[in-house]
């Protein structure tokens, strides 16, 4: 096997080791005209599928293109995300993303485990924004359960989600200043997400996938002097916000690789579904904490931060500003936060506190049942939509009436967000990749789930 | 609940969880739906998701409509009139195929390979329907009810087998 594989005139072997079938990138000798149209970006997939690829074309004799794979391990796809890419010289002409590196059959699994095992494997879906995930499962079992969970878990689910924001846009600082050559913005974004994630544990006892957010309320009750944590985390992030702004926003070289890097309209943006920071940079002021409000933003002020080129720079002001926002909806949490339970008190759904199992025979039976079968949720269909640091975060779900989810399918927004990354790319340069896959920001775990 | 105009007469409107309201297309007449809702204002499609009821043949149904195995889903959303709607197609049972919302909605081109992918639903008329996230030469479609959980073999016990 070993000899046959090294032998160069069986090339086919090789090239069956790496094969991706159609997903790969074929020499445009090998590609018929119109599939050649379609690979050229989705910008000529807007304008219809008939355009003729000569006619928009870079000229150039066939043997100075050039393609090459990028990743799936290369240090700036973030994740596994796979690129081929054919290039003339510098010039991007095409960019097929190739993706499923990292597909470990979440929604699958999701149909074995009851709704309350659930939200651990939904919140290692886009392992950047746990809570978001786990909220918008939990809001889709609750619409179809059809109760309501008490005041002070929907802020503290709140003030988890906006705390959550802020780290997902520090570590996409971090790794769009280390992409740019940045590599103090590395060291100070990770160094401030560290702060949340600090009190990510003391709240739910981990740092990351912390299956918080539950179906009827949260798995924990804000710790002792949190609200000192909290007003010493915002006031650190807020003065540090300006700090990285003196750091990025003025230096030339990061400048002069955003400023008009990849742009993209507003009407590229909706026909492809983007959303995020990556349509709001287009100028279409869509943020479902406030277009469509769900928890409690219809109760705070904030702002909803818009681009106007649609370009990387748009991307990067839009979440640099946007912690910014996310830093006074906290506070405000911090102020209004309500007393009260911390999740339901329906014993269908929420455990028995510790205390009762040893002597009540109700809450051991609850607490029992709870655990082994789960709760049963009515038959139905639901689908609820978040906005999650990335985009919007939907969660469709079924239930055939049992204590597991019959169909759970998660609307991830980086999956759909990284289609805009043959279109961005064209006619870009080669290190303009690095940026474009960055401001697009894609989590692989949760576009492979 | 009002029409939008254009929508064909075999779809059928009903009231779905959260107040949200969920179409039931016709399979011959789903692209005419998406299309009269498109015109209606519903700029982006969300979501395309597809869902096998081989073991929940009963769920709920608009009245009138036969019920597949097979149903695709696509929630659309409007930017003007901050609405949600959901289109409910039933795909078929053997041989499940329904029409693209490529021409529609370019976005649908990901959403809609991951279906094929996962379930074996065609979509006529999609530019390139192919594997996105299974590896190419991968038989079956993992998400279909009948195909069984990956299991690890245990040693030195009378384990289940892989799958």
Not at chain 1, 63 to 89: A, K
Not at chain 1, 286 to 307: C, H, K, N, T
Not at chain 1, 412 to 433: C, K
Request: aromatic residues 8%.
């Amino acid at each position: 096997m070993t000899d046959q594989i090294r032998n160069v005139d069986r090339l086919d072997i090789l090239a069956a080791e790496t094969h991706e079938g159609a997903q790969e990138l074929r020499p445009r000798s090998e590609t018929a005209a119109d599939d050649l149209g379609k690979e050229m970006g989705a910008v000529l997939r807007l304008q219809g599928l008939n355009l003729d690829p000569a006619s928009i074309d870079v000229e150039g004799p066939e043997d100075e293109r050039m393609i090459i794979n990028m990743g799936p391990s290369h240090p700036s796809t973030h994740g596994v995300l796979r690129l081929m890419l054919e290039l003339d010289g510098e010039y991007v002409l095409r960019t097929k993303p190739v993706i499923g590196y990292l597909h470990t059959g979440m929604e699958k699994t999701a149909e074995t485990l009851s709704y309350v095992q659930g939200g651990t494997n939904v919140t290692r879906m886009d392992y950047l924004s746990p809570i978001g995930n786990e909220t918008v499962f939990a809001l889709a079992v609750e619409s179809l359960l059809g109760i309501s969970v008490p005041e002070r878990a929907t802020w503290i689910r709140m003030m988890m989600n906006e705390l959550n924001r802020i780290s997902s846009h520090l570590v996409w600082m971090a790794t769009n200043g280390m992409d740019l050559g940045s590599s103090s913005m590395m060291i100070y974004g990770l160094r401030e997400r560290e702060l949340i994630l600090a009190f990510y544990e003391k709240t739910a006892g981990l740092r990351m996938n912390l299956n918080y957010v539950r179906p009827g309320g949260v798995a924990a009750d804000l710790p002792d002097g949190w609200e000192d944590d909290i007003a010493a985390l915002c006031d650190t992030i807020h003065q540090r916000t300006y700090e990285y702004d003196e750091l990025l926003t003025g230096q030339p070289i990061f400048r002069q690789r955003m400023i008009g890097v990849a742009p993209i309209t507003a009407e590229e943006a909706l026909a492809l579904g983007l959303t995020g920071p990556l349509l709001r940079s287009t100028g279409v002021a869509w943020d479902l904490r406030r277009s469509m409000p769900y928890l409690a933003y219809d109760q705070v002020e904030f702002d909803v931060i818009v681009g106007t080129y649609g370009d990387n720079f748009d991307r990067y002001a839009i979440r640099l500003n946007e912690i910014r926002e996310s830093v006074r909806i906290i506070r405000q949490c911090l102020e209004k936060m309500p007393s009260g339970d911390y999740r339901t008190q329906d014993a269908k759904v929420t455990p028995p506190p510790r205390a009762r199992i040893g002597e009540s025979m109700e809450a051991l039976i609850h607490h029992f049942k709870l655990f082994t079968e789960g709760f049963h949720v009515p038959a139905g269909e639901t689908y609820v939509g978040i906005e999650s640091p990335r985009g919007e975060i939907g969660c469709y779900l079924v239930s055939d009436g049992g204590p597991k989810p019959y169909r759970m399918h998660t609307r991830a927004p980086s999956f759909t967000n990284l289609q805009a990354i043959p279109l961005l790319m064209r006619g870009g340069t080669m290190s303009d990749t690095v940026t474009v896959i960055s401001t697009v920001d894609p989590v692989m775990g949760e576009v492979d789930r | 609940m009002t029409t939008p105009d254009g929508m064909p007469a075999s779809t059928i409107a009903t009231d779905g969880i959260g107040g949200t309201t969920v179409y039931f297309a016709h399979p011959d007449d789903y692209v005419a739906t998406i299309q009269a809702l498109k015109d209606d204002g519903f700029e982006m499609c969300v979501d395309v998701c597809g869902v096998d009821y081989l073991e929940h043949p009963d769920r709920f149904v608009a009245e009138g409509v036969v019920a597949t195995r097979f149903e695709v889903v696509v929630n659309l959303l409007s930017l003007s009139k901050h609405q949600r709607v959901r289109v409910r197609v039933q795909a078929g049972n053997d041989e499940p195929r329904v029409a693209s919302l490529f021409s529609l909605y370019p976005g649908t081109e990901a959403p809609e390979r991951e279906v094929f992918d996962m379930f074996g639903i065609l979509f006529d008329g999609h530019p390139d329907l192919t594997r996105i996230l299974m590896p190419e030469e991968w038989e079956g479609h993992p998400l279909r009810k009948d195909y069984g959980v990956g299991r690890v073999p245990v040693q030195f016990k009378e384990g289940p087998g892989p799958r």
